[in-house]
């Protein structure tokens, strides 16, 4: 059975699914806002979004579920996540390896799984923070929002019961490891393109070739040559 609940403001929908855990007999239990006050981010960063314009969503399922490693559990929730913004839109979404979404270079949702014990469970806590109709970021040049990026105007409430009923559907019925890896692939924003990184502070040139079952972004750089990356090794500029 799924379950979705809405609070009208929280710190982070990651923390609240939790307390929804302990009572509530479900394998789908959703949480939604459309004002989380202190959203957190991939790597201890912080993930702040304009009030009644945006969507915080967490599901949280049981890990025994899936015979996946962690690693390629995050690719398929960036790939189904991706997906359904594709299908949304009709426009051609991008990820940004680790699990960043992007839609035309700008980053529109930001994803923070997080592996949890609760009531004796293992559960994969899976976090999304949503840009939908804010129209203004300041000073953050990379970020961007579904109508900036497309000027589609998308209902909240109904945002939120499509991505609850698609992202349920889809863990239930998960491909092969190997069909996860190429898809994630065929996705990856950038692949295949002249792009500037930085490297413990030096820039250098690069083509991003794939990202592996590992977790680890291979890329073809100017002077070291293939090389593979963990997150927060190295930074992709543009």
């Given at each position: 059975m799924d379950q979705l609940f809405y609070l009208k403001e929280c710190s982070s929908t990651n923390d609240e699914v939790s307390k929804f855990l302990l009572y509530e007999n479900s394998d789908f239990?959703?949480?939604s806002t459309f004002n989380q006050t202190k959203g957190r981010g991939q790597y201890g960063n912080t993930w702040a979004a304009a009030a009644g314009k945006n969507v915080a969503y967490t599901l949280a399922v049981k890990a025994d579920r899936f015979l996946l490693s962690d690693f390629i559990?995050?690719?398929?929730?960036?790939?189904v996540i991706r997906d359904f913004l594709a299908n949304l839109t009709d426009n051609d979404v991008k990820i940004k390896w680790p699990n960043d979404i992007i839609l035309k270079s700008k980053k529109i949702v930001g994803i923070l799984i997080e592996k949890k014990k609760i009531n004796q469970d293992n559960y994969y806590i899976i976090g999304a923070g949503f840009n939908v109709l804010q129209d203004n970021f300041g000073e953050i040049s990379h970020a961007g929002s579904l109508l900036?990026?497309?000027g589609q105007v998308f209902d909240l409430d109904d945002f939120v019961f499509k991505l609850h009923e698609y992202l349920s559907e889809r863990l239930k019925k998960v491909p092969s490891e190997q069909d996860i890896i190429d898809r994630f692939n065929t996705n990856l924003y950038r692949k295949g393109e002249i792009s500037v990184f930085e490297i413990e502070k030096e820039r250098q040139n690069g083509i991003i070739k794939r990202a592996d079952e590992k977790g680890e972004l291979w890329?073809?750089?100017?002077?070291?040559?293939l090389r593979p990356f963990y997150h927060k090794q190295i930074k992709l500029l543009y």
């Open positions: 239990i959703g949480v559990f995050n690719y398929y929730t960036a790939v900036t990026q497309t890329i073809e750089l100017e002077k070291d040559g």
